[in-house]
């Protein structure tokens, strides 16, 4: 196979989900992309369900889609060696129960060539709630996208959905890949140490990603505390880089009774709030209507 210009890599363990149908929204979701120069590395981890046959029969017989198989290494290595695997200029990444809008490739990539600012791009990010179906916009020529520099939100919080994310991939070896040390919080850490050898990250102001909220997830089953006060500590390590270390503290204390709260209780509160918003705007126009 020729080099393709996009490796798109996905780290995956048991990602039936019971029969959820959420790993093969994400890998349809590739494979319906407007670009087709890519290819598709998913490492999984050690699975003790049909995750392995569930990839292979999504993957249609693509020769662009490779599966790598691990008796269980831990998400850091796994994903390193999903990077390792990659050879394409630029490497994005989609998680195992999110997915992606069919221009985000086509989009990314496109940012990523013109604009010189930036090593790393990411892209608004949708929440889908549990089995929600997921509802596009579409995007507009290039020349009408707007790139923010996120950079410096790092002290502040995660600003970048690890599932809309695209990189130079000489940039993301530069600085080692992900920390195989780390339990938690390898996309954020990832970008602080980019942010700490220079390299900037821009946001593109259209949603070109999804990502699911449900009770499932890694960080949902195992103890909360310490997912938080590890990312805490990544917190503060981007607020020593970028000269924030107060404002880092204080958003710790801000954010922490939401960062506690179960995923279960975010997605009720979300429901309501949606529920709510969708209320106001049907008066709004039934209002609208009178006038």
Not at 26 to 54: H, K, M, P, Y
Not at 173 to 198: K, M, N, P
Not at 253 to 266: E, F, G, K, S, T
Request: proline fraction near 2%; glycine fraction near 8%; aromatic fraction near 6%.
């Amino acid at each position: 196979m020729s080099r393709p210009t996009i490796s798109v890599y996905m780290t995956v363990k048991n990602g039936g989900y019971g029969g959820a149908p959420w790993l093969a929204f994400a890998i349809n979701s590739i494979r319906q992309q407007s670009c087709s120069d890519w290819e598709f590395i998913i490492v999984d981890d050690g699975s003790t369900d049909n995750t392995v046959e569930l990839i292979r029969r999504l993957s249609g017989g693509d020769a662009r889609i490779r599966v790598i198989q691990t008796d269980g290494v831990g998400r850091g290595k796994a994903l390193n060696i999903a990077l390792s695997e990659c050879r394409g200029e630029y490497v994005a990444n989609v998680d195992a129960d999110d997915v992606a809008h069919p221009k985000r490739l086509e989009t990314e990539a496109a940012v990523l060539s013109k604009d010189n600012r930036f090593d790393v791009v990411c892209s608004q990010c949708l929440v889908v709630l549990e089995d929600e179906a997921v509802s596009w916009s579409s995007v507009p020529q290039n020349h009408e996208i707007n790139v923010e520099d996120v950079t410096c939100l790092l002290c502040v919080k995660n600003p970048v959905s690890h599932s809309s994310v695209m990189m130079k991939r000489r940039a993301v070896i530069s600085v080692g890949g992900y920390d195989e040390s780390r339990q938690s919080h390898f996309d954020w850490d990832l970008w602080v140490r980019l942010a700490a050898a220079g390299y900037r990250i821009g946001r593109i102001d259209q949603v070109l990603a999804a990502k699911r909220l449900h009770g499932k997830q890694s960080f949902e089953v195992g103890r909360r505390l310490r997912y938080v006060l590890e990312g805490q500590r990544v917190r503060m390590r981007a607020g020593e880089i970028l000269g924030c270390e107060r404002q880092a503290l204080m958003q710790f204390l801000i954010r922490l009774p939401w960062d506690l709260a179960p995923n279960y209780v975010r997605v009720l509160v979300r429901r309501v709030l949606r529920k709510r918003n969708g209320h106001a705007s049907n008066q709004q126009n039934q209002q609208g209507r009178r006038l």
